[in-house]
């Protein structure tokens, strides 16, 4: 049992909760929701622990499996110590003890530590950490020869395997992840699910995938209006059970308007003469009848349109025999292609099948993504093609987003410093109206970019595309971390725009709305090239 009693929380003049109380019990598994910035990552970290809420309790089991937001926090270490991490004080006592045994000479107080951290190790298992952490792994579908690999060179879907591991490492009685199926393949989706719904103590996931939550929640906590709110059932049935109160306190407030206006209309006629004391009672009713204040929804929708300053020419694009291969295998073989301006092609596939690689192969040879910016961004090798050719078309100016988007955004700024770097010639105002379209109001471009949401980064650099209008848009997953306002708007924009587009997702709506055309990633370095929708190539593939 998780309970939370009391607790507020604000930033500047945000106020993201306000005297929340609210529990969560084992057995039963809670989906929690909300816009992007409402503070789900927040709370989430709240009920971890991880932050102190500024006023109120929490009262937590004493081990917490968590899942963050950062499928990418991890690149730099071990898959085995990933999965150790998950118990922080075991984690601490290691670290600790291999640092005193590398000194060259060893004080009285450092044998004297030695012993306590022993005691400490033993206490948490870690004779068996490194046992225990594989036989997790290998439950999860991560096969032994990745156990010492670096967190970086995994894929989306297998990183996202081992930070369950991590969560469930030292068997916590409350699991809380936050957007687990971001970067997931549907099948690797599937299976979280079957997962999910055998785990038996507390549990909570945040994502913004209205089926996923369908699928695995007994009770969703929904953050509105600095509160939260728990409804029995899963995602649809809370929002049914939403629409439901507001129409009714609607249908309250249009009765209790009609019987204002009717005493209103009395005080009015009568005010003036003797029968004072009555209109002295209705003026008190019509104080007491004051209707019930709803608030505006809470949804929000962002204006996105990306332009071009200056159309490319008409082939965009040529693709040689392009080949990848990292050491003995082939991700990629013997592709060519060629594109037309304005074509929008769809990059599908499972994990793991090579999109990223073929993205970051086109990208390393265009004029207008400096290389720097690829190398942020993980699981980018720098060796570019193994053989063939990539050769952009005539002015083709490339605008990318990456799908570990947050690494692009420097953190020790603020929003508004950040976008204004690739465009200093902007003005001041049209700046701000590009932060304010895409639901940055003033104070918020002041915001540090550190502190971002998972989904207000993701508008951050959506910002700036629509501040470099290129005519080609490369976009590798956009719609994790987006809410389902931020998705339709994505998705619109994409549809309106007059460029080139190289779109990679898993969201089968966006990619059957957007695009023209389907490069499909079959495995074993097979691509697929349909020319066509992708309602049309599913008619193809039965
Ligand atoms: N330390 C901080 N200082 C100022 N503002 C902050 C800080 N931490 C978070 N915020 C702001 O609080 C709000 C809630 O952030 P949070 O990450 O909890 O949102 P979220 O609901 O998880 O959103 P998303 O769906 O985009 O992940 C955001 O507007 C964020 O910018
Ligand atoms: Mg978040």
Redesign the pocket.
Known sequence: MISVSNVSMR??A?I?FDEVSTGFTEGKRYGLT????????????LLSGETEPQKGTVARPKKIGVLS?DHFAFDKFRVLDTVIMGNKRLWTALEERDRIYAKPEMTDADGMKLGELEGIVGEEDGYTAESDAAVLLQGLDIPDDLHGKKMGALQGGQKVRVLLAQALFGHPQALLL??PTNNLDLDSIHWLKGFLNQYDGVLIV?S?DRHFLNSICTHIAD?DYETIITYTGAYDDMVVAKTQVRSQIEAQNSQKSKKIAQLNEFIARFSAGTRSSQVQSRRKEVERLQVTELAKSNIQRPFLKFEQKRPSGKHILELEGVTKSYGKTHVIRDFTASVLRGEKIALMGRNGAGKTTLVNALLANSPTVPEAELRKTSGYDGAFLSKGKVVWGHEAAVGYFAQDHRALIQPGMTAFEWLHQWNPAAAHEEIRGLLGQMLFPRD?GD??T?????????RLLFCKLMLQKPNVLVFDEPTN???LESINALNIALQRYQGTVLLVSHDEDLVDEVATRIWHFEGDHKITDFKGAYEEYQAVLV
């Not at 550190?450 to 993701?458: C, I, Q, R, T």
């Open positions: 930033f500047g945000k993201l909300g816009p992007n910035g409402a503070g789900k990552s927040t709370f989430m970290a937001q936050d957007e945040i913004h953050i918020d915001k540090k550190e502190v971002l949401s998972g989904g207000e980064a993701a971390h987006l809410d």
